[in-house]
């Protein structure tokens, strides 16, 4: 098979097993910056990224803080994407290239939050959508209502491109944030106010995890871009 091909072929494996979101990045300019040894990466120039859709019904039940329903959500969600991450991980294995699944969410800095890498910018260079002003990835059909994990491969494949959309109108998402976190731009989004507030919910014991949901609850995408919603 062509990339074109082994590329389709892929992805309809993936969406019969789960898969919202399908998309291919090529990282060969920027996987040093992974928190992953040179050992992982020698090989590994493609990373593909897969969504599954978080409950719309669940996220309208967090109005200004996340509840034990999402919180055991987003757990479950994790954990089915690291199942179909691992099973799409096989499934190349199986052809004979390489696949290296990352875990949804795992910390391995935690002083400053990071992952092994970040999702929601494979998300980006995989052309699945764009940062939006909640620093999350927002995609036109699902805007940030979904989780995301990562497969880096060497199998060739088709490459994704960034697109170039953005949130239009929409302010939803800085309207909503309890932490007063959310700006005009990507760019001036404060961490520091989103995770003192992530620790004030987990200190409440609304959740056992750094999580909130607000902004993801009022980001529906495509369906607010032009604001008809404002």
């Known amino acids: 098979m062509n990339k074109n091909e082994s590329y ?6 993936a969406q019969d097993n789960g898969a919202d979101l399908f998309g291919v990045a090529d990282i060969s300019s920027v996987k040093k910056d992974f928190l992953l040894s040179n050992n992982s990466l020698n090989k590994l120039d493609k990373a593909i990224c897969l969504g599954m859709r978080l409950s719309n019904a669940l996220l309208q039940e967090i109005i200004d803080a996340p509840n034990r329903l999402y919180f055991h959500h987003y757990k479950t969600v994790n954990a089915s994407l690291d199942q179909l991450a691992l099973k799409v991980c096989n499934h190349i294995q199986k052809i004979g290239f390489l696949a290296l699944p990352i875990p949804a969410s795992q910390i391995v800095d935690w002083q400053n939050q990071k992952a092994h890498l970040s999702h929601r910018q494979v998300g980006l260079w995989a052309g ?6 909640n620093n999350l990835l927002v995609t036109k059909e699902l805007g940030s209502q979904f989780r995301l994990a990562t497969i880096l491969t060497d199998m060739p ?4 491109k960034p697109g170039k959309d953005d949130c239009g109108k929409c302010r939803l998402c800085i309207e909503a944030c309890p932490a007063k976190a959310i700006k005009e731009s990507p760019k001036e989004f404060n961490f520091a106010k989103c995770f003192e507030k992530l620790k004030e919910f987990k200190k409440l014991r609304l959740v056992d995890q750094y999580i909130c949901g607000v902004c993801v609850n009022t980001c529906k995408g ?9």
Not at 8 to 13: A, G, P, R, T
Not at 157 to 160: E, Q, R, W
């Open 157 to 160: 494949l088709k490459i994704d």
């Open 222 to 230: 495509g369906n607010n871009l032009f604001g008809e919603r404002i």
């Open 8 to 13: 389709n072929s892929l992805k309809k494996y």
């Open 128 to 133: 699945l959508g764009w940062i939006g002003r």
